[in-house]
Structure formats: C-alpha cells, structure tokens
T-cell receptor
C-alpha cells in the first residue's frame, strides 16, 4: 500500500532562515503531490500542488520540488517568519483517486 | 464565501452512546470526504462521497461507523456504541469535482471525546 513519510516530526529555525521539509513516498507513482498547512485546532489548508511533470513550483516565499526518481518532495519556506509556525502535511491521492493519504506532518517553529 | 462547516465543534460522550457529526460542504462541491485525526497520528481517510453515493467507504474502521449524504450537500457521520478509541478529531473536506482526490477544503473539525 502507499506510504508517505515526513522525516522530521519537528523543525526549529530562526526567523529569516530557510526551512526545508521533506516528504518521501513508497509503493506508488503519484500524478501529483500536495502540501497543506495545519494550525492548532484547525483543519488543514491547501498550499501548493505539484504535478509529476513539474520539477519545481513556487508561490510567494514557498517552493516545492518533486523528484519522481527519488520519490521525494521538498518544501521550502524562505525568509521564514514566526507566523509560519505550524504543522505542514504532504499528501498524495490514493491509487483509486478517492482520497488523500497524508503524512504525519512536520511541526515547524520559527523563533524571532 | 462560506467554507466547510462542521458541528458540533466539540462533543463529549459516554462510552456506549451514539453520536452524530455533521458536515456542511462548500456549496456546489460534489465530492465530500471524512477523515479522522488522532493525537500524534496523521489524517486517516474514512469515507468518500460523490454526490449522495459513497463509492469508497474502505476507511470506516468498523460497522459501528456509518455516514450518509443527502441532497448532494450535508453529510452526517454516525458512530454507534462509542468506544474510548473513537476519541479523535473528525474532519470533513469537500472539493469541486469528482474523479480524483484533488485540492480539498477542510472544515475546522469536531473534537470527540469518549469517556
């Protein structure tokens, strides 16, 4: 079955630095991969979707890469701010396309 | 515009009681999903609706769990004879189209505590 792993449960960085989060997947070749942000007590919020034929996608200070050979996606936040502190989840559609399979998330803490 | 809403926001119940959780998706969204998030765990898929039918209910953990959707809109997740292990946040999401698990819009969740 498909499996997603987000390597770090927690990541602590200083304001202004670049945060890099990793998502690895196995037993699957997804057509696209998504990243979501979840704040405490709230539902996940969609951030970015990257397709298998896209190496990189950017949105403001966010950048996502997708390496289908390594079966890995990297999520970068440049010039990080304390307001970026949250849990970030990567997600793939299951093979039937009927649901998203989520990683457990990486909790990012940006200190000022 | 209005997002996905869920009610109640919190529910405390006693073991063995039945509970109903409600989800109001974004208007016009044909796909609706239920997920469960336990402490320290990732989101776990429960059931997917396309319109009023549920082509994928493979994530429902036991026959104590059921869900329905009416009018292509509101959905209710029912848990019968609740157990303590059912304690979790139940999240509902919707998306505009059918056929693929595309970008999903989540509600705030219902926090269920079974004593």
């Amino acid at each position: 079955s498909q499996k997603i792993e987000q390597n770090s449960e927690a990541l602590n960085i200083q304001e202004g630095k670049t945060a890099t989060l990793t998502c690895n997947y196995t037993n699957y070749s997804p057509a696209y991969l998504q990243w979501y942000r979840q704040d405490p007590g709230r539902g996940p919020v969609f951030l970015l979707l990257i397709r298998e034929n896209e190496k990189e996608k950017r949105k403001e200070r966010l950048k996502v890469t997708f390496d289908t050979t390594l079966k890995q996606s990297l999520f970068h936040i440049t010039a990080s701010q304390p307001a970026d502190s949250a849990t970030y989840l990567c997600a793939l559609a299951n093979q039937a396309g009927t649901a998203l399979i989520f990683g457990k998330g990486t909790t990012l803490s940006v200190s000022s | 515009g209005a997002g996905v809403s869920q009610s109640p926001s919190n529910k405390v119940t006693e073991k063995g009681k039945d509970v109903e959780l409600r989800c109001d998706p974004i208007s016009g969204h044909t796909a609706l999903y239920w997920y469960r998030q336990s402490l320290g765990q990732g989101l776990e898929f429960l059931i997917y609706f396309q319109g009023n039918s549920a082509p994928d209910k493979s994530g429902l953990p036991s026959d104590r769990f059921s869900a329905e959707r009416t009018g292509g809109s509101v959905s209710t997740l029912t848990i019968q004879r609740t157990q303590q292990e059912d304690s979790a946040v139940y999240l509902c999401a919707s998306s505009p189209n059918s056929g693929s698990a595309e970008t999903q819009y989540f509600g705030p969740g219902t926090r269920l505590l079974v004593l």
